[in-house]
């Protein structure tokens, strides 16, 4: 009793382990768009979304990001390695908007942060950004309206 008990135990924890796998892989970096919620161990209360939405492969074969931020528009290219997580940002163009001295140093802090990104996962509706194993900034996937 206690073997078939164990074999049914074991093929349970390996179907949920399956099941959370396939769940996991559904979520994709590109054709979201995301929204700030950490920004290194701050969590951010907003005023204004600082979002970023990854382009898939256009046509030249390049990959482009755009979002805004807490007092600029901003965009670029990207190199992302999927199966090892890692993601590259090439220097980022930007258009500044009218902007308080506190968002702006928000805005700097976003920005610094952004160009140390190294490596990526997906959890949860979660893009988690990381500088080696550094946890740097935590966007949520937003809902389309």
């Given amino acids: 009793m206690n073997r078939k ?5 074991l093929i349970l924890v390996t179907n949920l382990c399956a099941f959370s796998q396939v769940k996991e892989s559904k979520l994709k970096l590109t054709g979201i768009e995301w929204q700030l ?7 951010i209360i ?5 979002t970023l939405s990854f382009k898939p492969m256009n046509n030249n074969k390049e990959r482009n990001l755009s979002g805004d931020s807490f007092c600029t528009y901003y965009g670029g290219d990207y190199k992302i390695n999927a199966s090892k997580g890692t ?10 908007m009218m902007c308080d001295k506190g968002n702006q140093q ?8 952004l160009q140390m ?11 988690k950004l ?10 949520r996937k937003l809902d389309k309206k």
Avoid at 37 to 43: A, E, P, Q, R
Avoid at 87 to 96: F, G, H, N, R
Avoid at 130 to 139: M, N, P, Q, V
């Fill in 5 to 9: 008990l164990n074999i049914f135990l």
């Fill in 37 to 43: 919620t950490k920004l290194g161990s701050d969590t």
């Fill in 46 to 50: 907003l005023t204004y979304p600082v």
């Fill in 87 to 96: 993601l590259e940002l090439a220097e980022l163009i930007t258009q500044d």
């Fill in 106 to 113: 928000m805005d700097n802090l976003f920005f610094d942060k």
């Fill in 117 to 127: 990104v190294s490596n990526y996962k997906l959890e949860n509706n979660l893009l």
């Fill in 130 to 139: 990381y500088s080696g194993e550094k946890l740097i900034l935590i966007f």
